[in-house]
Nanobody, 122 residues
């Protein structure tokens, strides 16, 4: 059974940094892609970033490019999202998701974590 557990969310001031983690289990990490999505209050869930476990290829939404960095520790089956220069509009629940490929649609991922709250104060 695929399981994903996010951690590391919290409250940070605008301009600050935060790292969230996604611990994965129940599958061979090298065969999967892990994506990060976020959902702000009253808004639809949107894709933020994605990484392929096999070769480390990464993808970013334009809104976070240059500020966020996704990385993985395949030995630990863990994916990280380093978030720098945070803005109040980055406030959201951040979810990680897993499937065999990257994509920006919720339908591209079959397994989801429970989410972790990130709040950026102005």
């Amino acid at each position: 059974e695929v399981q994903l557990v996010e951690s590391g969310g919290g409250l940070v001031q605008a301009g600050g940094s935060l790292i969230v983690s996604c611990a994965a289990s129940g599958f061979t990490f090298d065969d999967y892609a892990i994506g990060w999505f976020r959902q702000a209050p009253g808004k639809e869930r949107e894709g933020v970033s994605c990484i392929f476990g096999s070769d480390g290829s990464t993808y970013y939404a334009d809104s976070v490019k240059g500020r966020f960095t996704i990385s993985s520790d395949n030995a630990k089956n863990t994916v990280y999202l380093q978030m720098n220069s945070l803005k109040p509009e980055d406030t959201a629940v951040y979810y990680c998701a897993a499937d065999h490929g990257c994509g920006w649609s919720l339908a591209d991922f079959g397994s989801w974590g429970q989410g972790t709250q990130v709040t950026v104060s102005s």
